[in-house]
């Protein structure tokens, strides 16, 4: 079955409002990163954040392992970060993507 | 950030033909992943690389497929012969530790015919 679920899949936005991405996860985790993926395929790491609250600039991750879930909160939404954004988790050994949150901004 | 290098960019091969796909991983990390992704769909872990040893690989990672990183040089993927369906983006990324932050490279656009 699958491993990550990502929520919701797709996502439009008024370019200010913000978003809540969540990634749930099926099985024990030891680490987990968010990736925002270029329309072109490039993969850029957002955050490294296996438990707790990080937070970078408009962004902010919040992982909490017993909950089995993770969260991507973009504030001020701009047309610039329109793109596909991807959890990733980390059991024993293994390593599986989410589908993604495909987000698109729009003015 | 720390930057990896994948080389080439694009890749068109006849099938059943050999292609090594070349990683240039960030300068002192020691773990190395390679990852699939068919167009439109979800990036696949197929192997991770330590110590010159695959420490783990997923059922995508066929017998066809073999991995090396000769003196410290490229981290290589090679797959011989090539599919139809290995026709794919392929990832490859690096950490330092094993639970770690891992870097990727832009990827590599193969496209078997």
């Known amino acids: 079955g699958q491993q990550v679920q990502q929520s919701p899949a797709s996502l439009v936005l008024q370019e200010g409002e913000n978003a809540e991405l969540q990634c749930n996860f099926s099985t024990s985790l030891n680490s987990m990163q968010w990736f925002y993926q270029r329309p072109e395929g490039s993969l850029v790491s957002l955050f490294y954040n296996p438990s707790g609250t990080k937070q970078s600039g408009r962004l902010t991750s919040t992982t909490v392992i017993k909950e089995r879930r993770s969260s991507l909160h973009i504030s001020s939404s701009q047309i610039t970060d329109s793109g596909t954004y991807l959890c990733?988790?980390?059991?024993?050994?293994?390593?599986?993507f989410g589908k993604g949150t495909s987000l698109t901004v729009i003015p | 950030g720390p930057k990896v290098l994948q080389i080439p960019s694009h890749q068109i091969i006849d099938m059943g033909q050999m292609v090594t796909l070349n990683c240039d991983p960030v300068?002192?990390?020691?773990?190395f992943y390679w990852y699939k992704q068919i167009l439109g769909q979800q990036m696949e872990f197929l192997v991770n690389?330590?110590?010159?040893?695959?420490?783990?690989k997923s059922k995508l990672f066929k017998d066809q497929f073999s991995v090396e990183r000769p003196d410290g040089s490229y981290f290589t993927l090679k797959i011989q012969p090539t599919a139809l369906e290995d026709s794919a983006v392929y990832f490859c990324?690096?950490?330092?530790?094993?639970?770690?932050?891992?870097?990727f490279g832009p990827g590599t656009r193969l496209l078997v015919l």
């Open positions: 990324a690096s950490s330092l530790r094993q639970q770690d932050t891992q870097y």
């Open positions: 690389f330590y110590n010159g040893k695959v420490m783990e």
């Open positions: 300068s002192n990390h020691l773990y």
């Open positions: 990733a988790m980390t059991g024993y050994q293994n390593f599986y």
